[in-house]
């Protein structure tokens, strides 16, 4: 929409108001002025804000938006802002790049692969915007949100060598067996509990003990008699994991308007207060570890951490960011991709049966899928790849980028400290990039060999470049082995209609748990 016919929509309304007054008795004509005043002050602050296109954060830039942008956004968009973005986007034209205002910060946002590639692979964006609480709860000392540079350099070589090596991933199989035997069981109990299973918190606690396991090594530690802190720690930090989500969550002013000082909601005092808990307790476990000083002869991220040479060391404040963000990271998107995964194999029957039906080809029934099957389970892969496609953990890529340095991008100007982000959400559902984008159909991945790991932009669920995730494979690894063994083990059937209402928290959630029966299978059937 032109920006000269809001000016006249916002000033109409008062000047509507003042007429209509006029035929009003005394006391209305008062009420109904101060309204008009009200509205006035209102549409004034409105059209300062949204007039400029791309709004208020890019009235400095004016000169530089030649190109296709939209007006001003309110920085709240809700549990489906990834579908709101890409209608705005397409809309108004600006799929390739769209110059939005999130308050006072200047946003561009992507849903096109090939200028997302420009964003994500190109070094311009390869710092992050970090807010608030993301600073409270001390990520801009762990990888996610370290500025580029020497230190987020070091981190990021130390966590693919010891952290998400293949090598290291593989050495975590027997782990993840434990855990699909564990699901399995819980499952059976809870289908002869309650008749139907919640899959959802068995999976947000699976995941949650793989990670542990591959950042402190709790199956060796549940053994330690040595062990004083007790085990309920580990209960203790999946809570925090869970408050920290909430908060990360929240919507705080102060990130997007020049409010620093005002804490509305709450937010920064209980960022604060996690923090603290956070830090007390990660640091116990630390400090236990080195007297225990086995740390030599284990392989975990803690353990690697501080067996590192005196050069490479990290001091104890950042050994608690880094060990905190794994934990954090790692345990929501894997359970909720797996929830989704279980959701489309619920609702897509035929699509089931010829999983199992490769699974018995490939695989049988006499022992466990293992790792080393999954390459011969190519349909597997497709489902997982076309969940990743429609239902993507990060529709916005999550964590955005910030622009380091000016840049050109796609003959566009951007000023440096410009967040970007890519709507992988819609590049993923366009139809001028996928065949008929909202039908779930894995077949479309059996027909070629696609990469979902960063190689190609139309579907990158684990963003590119050098920012890109470095737990993907250790979250596909898990993923795809424990849907294999729950297909495997079980027919799954709805126990009532599934629901794929979505909700964008931190990550893109179900909005309502998956329910289900679970039935086991038989060698025949
Ligand atoms: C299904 C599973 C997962 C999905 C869909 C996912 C998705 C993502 C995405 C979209 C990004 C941002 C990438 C970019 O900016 O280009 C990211 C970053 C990151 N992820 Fe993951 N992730 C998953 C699993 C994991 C796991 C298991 C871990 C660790 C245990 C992890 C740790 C990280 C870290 C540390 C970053 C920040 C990287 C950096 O800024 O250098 N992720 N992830």
């Avoid at 029934?365 to 349909?379: C, E, G, K, M, T």
């Avoid at 000023?415 to 001028?432: F, K, Q, R, Y």
Wanted: glycine share 6%.
């Amino acid at each position: 929409m032109e920006p000269i016919l809001i000016w006249f929509a916002f000033l109409l309304i008062p000047y509507c108001c003042f007429a209509i007054s006029f035929y009003q008795t005394a006391a209305w004509s008062l009420t109904l002025l101060l309204l008009f005043f009200y509205i006035f002050i209102i549409s004034l602050f409105l059209n300062l804000c949204f007039v400029v296109p791309g709004g208020f954060a890019w009235k400095n830039h004016l000169k530089e938006l030649s190109w296709n942008t939209f007006l001003g956004l309110l920085p709240q968009m809700g549990p489906l802002a990834h579908r709101k973005l890409a209608v705005m986007a397409s809309l108004s034209h600006a799929k390739r790049l769209m110059a939005v205002s999130l308050g006072s910060t200047r946003v561009i946002i992507s849903s096109h692969p090939e200028t997302a590639k420009e964003i994500l692979c190109g070094a311009a964006f390869s710092d992050r915007p970090i807010r608030e609480s993301t600073r409270l709860l001390m990520f801009d000392r762990a990888i996610g949100f370290a500025p580029y540079g020497m230190y987020w350099r070091h981190l990021r070589r130390i966590a693919s060598s010891h952290m998400f090596s293949p090598k290291r991933i593989a050495s975590l199989e027997g782990f993840r067996q434990v855990i699909a035997n564990n699901i399995i069981e819980k499952v059976c109990e809870e289908m002869s509990e309650r008749g139907f299973v919640e899959l959802r918190g068995i999976l947000q606690k699976s995941s949650l003990d793989n990670v542990l396991e591959s950042v402190f090594g709790i199956s060796d530690l549940g053994n330690n008699n040595n062990n004083n802190i007790g085990n309920n720690k580990w209960d203790e930090l999946g809570l925090m994991v869970k408050e920290g989500y909430e908060l990360i969550g929240e919507f705080n002013w102060a990130d997007y308007f020049l409010l620093g000082f005002l804490d509305f909601c709450g937010v920064k005092k209980r960022c604060h207060k996690l923090a603290s808990r956070v830090s007390v307790l990660v640091s116990r476990i630390i400090e236990e570890r080195r007297i225990n000083g086995d740390f030599k002869m284990r392989n975990d991220f803690l353990s690697v951490l501080l067996s590192l040479p005196q050069e490479d060391l990290l001091s104890d404040a950042d050994m608690v960011a880094v060990l905190w963000e794994m934990v954090f990271r790692g345990v929501d998107n894997v359970a909720i991709l797996l929830e989704w995964t279980m959701a489309r194999i619920v609702l897509h029957q035929d699509i089931q049966a010829k999983a199992q039906h490769e699974i018995d080809m490939y695989v049988g029934q006499d022992r466990h899928v293992q790792d080393s099957d999954i390459a011969n389970l190519p349909y597997l892969q497709a489902i997982i790849k076309e969940v990743l496609r429609l239902h993507p953990p990060g529709p916005l890529l999550s964590w955005a980028r910030l622009s380091i340095h000016d840049v050109h991008l796609d003959k566009c100007f951007i000023p440096a400290g410009t967040t970007a982000m890519v709507n992988m959400w819609a590049i993923a559902h366009d139809p001028s990039v996928w065949a008929d984008p909202w039908t779930f159909r894995p077949e479309r991945f059996m027909e070629g060999d696609f990469s979902i790991m960063g190689s190609d932009l139309r579907l990158a669920p684990f963003g590119s470049g050098r920012r890109a995730c470095p737990g993907k494979a250790l979250g596909l690894a898990t993923v795809q082995l424990w849907v294999a063994r729950i297909l495997q083990k079980f027919k799954w059937l709805p126990s009532q209609a599934v629901d794929l209402g979505e909700c964008l928290k931190l990550s893109l959630e179900m909005k309502k748990p998956l329910r289900c029966y679970a039935v086991a299978r038989s060698v025949n059937n």
